[in-house]
């Protein structure tokens, strides 16, 4: 499928009057990989599931944001290879050629679970990290042990390194998402990541008593 000039990733986009409030369109993709990612039943991964199961949050009808989310998917989140036709369910009403081709519903391929770790709303990330490298090339498994072993350490930090990556994407920072190579953030500016660096490297050097302090130090400001 070819890719449109302006076809872009908007899950991170925020108005730029309103500070880091998040667009609807954002909202609605967000919304979209979060459902796919939670891997629920074919029914509900249907462009008219998934239009009914956020307009239920919402509290508005599905029938009003039914063309945003078939925009989202045929426009944005197949084209870019994020999510992709799963199967089709058999249509039991309605026109015959329609009967017979069935009703697509999706899933997410590697990139859109790469996607899905970066959204904090995924509540299945843990599972979903394994079964990203589960599908990875020798040259990305090199991340695996040290970001599982940070996981359960530092989880926020973790997914934020995630976050940091896509968000680079989405901004025309990184080419693309795969292979996921994380040096490719190196060359971003990323003032919050230079922070923790430098943090994490002056704790390794100080003494137990001095860690101890530092530790208490942080309790009372965070």
Same mark, same amino acid.
């Given at each position: 499928?070819?890719?449109?000039?302006?076809?872009?990733?908007?899950?991170?986009?925020?108005?730029?009057?309103?500070?880091?409030?998040?667009?609807?369109?954002?909202?609605?993709?967000?919304?979209?990989?979060?459902?796919?990612?939670?891997?629920?039943?074919?029914?509900?991964?249907?462009?008219?599931?998934?239009?009914?199961?956020?307009?239920?949050?919402?509290?508005?009808?599905?029938?009003?944001?039914?063309?945003?989310?078939?925009?989202?998917?045929?426009?944005?989140?197949?084209?870019?290879?994020?999510?992709?036709?799963?199967?089709?369910?058999?249509?039991?009403?309605?026109?015959?050629?329609?009967?017979?081709?069935?009703?697509?519903?999706?899933?997410?391929?590697?990139?859109?679970?790469?996607?899905?770790?970066?959204?904090? +709303?995924?509540?299945?990330?843990? %599972?979903?990290?394994? !079964?990203? /490298?589960?599908?990875?090339?020798?040259?990305? @498994? =090199?991340?695996?042990?040290?970001?599982?072993?940070?996981?359960?350490?530092?989880?926020?930090?973790?997914?934020?390194?995630?976050?940091?990556?896509?968000?680079?994407?989405?901004?025309?920072?990184?080419?693309?998402?795969?292979?996921?190579?994380?040096?490719?953030?190196?060359?971003?500016?990323? +003032?919050?990541?230079?922070?923790? %660096?430098?943090?994490? !490297?002056? /704790?390794?050097?100080?003494?137990?008593?001095? @860690? =101890?302090?530092?530790?208490?130090?942080?309790?009372?400001?965070?």
């Amino acid at each position: 499928m070819k890719i449109k000039a302006d076809t872009k990733l908007s899950v991170f986009n925020t108005f730029k009057t309103k500070g880091v409030e998040l667009t609807g369109e954002a909202k609605r993709q967000r919304s979209i990989i979060t459902i796919l990612a939670n891997n629920t039943n074919p029914t509900e991964r249907t462009r008219t599931g998934i239009s009914q199961r956020i307009a239920k949050i919402q509290g508005i009808t599905w029938k009003n944001i039914y063309s945003g989310i078939f925009r989202d998917l045929d426009e944005i989140l197949i084209p870019l290879e994020i999510a992709e036709e799963d199967g089709r369910l058999p249509l039991r009403r309605g026109p015959k050629a329609l009967q017979e081709k069935g009703i697509p519903y999706y899933h997410l391929t590697k990139k859109g679970m790469l996607v899905a770790l970066s959204i904090s +709303e995924v509540k299945n990330r843990e %599972k979903l990290l394994k !079964e990203f /490298f589960s599908q990875s090339d020798s040259k990305e @498994k =090199e991340y695996e042990k040290i970001i599982t072993n940070l996981l359960e350490t530092s989880p926020n930090f973790t997914y934020s390194i995630f976050q940091k990556y896509v968000k680079a994407f989405c901004d025309n920072k990184i080419k693309d998402l795969l292979p996921f190579d994380l040096s490719k953030l190196k060359y971003i500016s990323d +003032e919050s990541l230079i922070i923790q %660096k430098e943090i994490l !490297e002056a /704790f390794l050097k100080l003494s137990k008593q001095d @860690k =101890e302090e530092a530790i208490r130090f942080l309790n009372e400001i965070t």
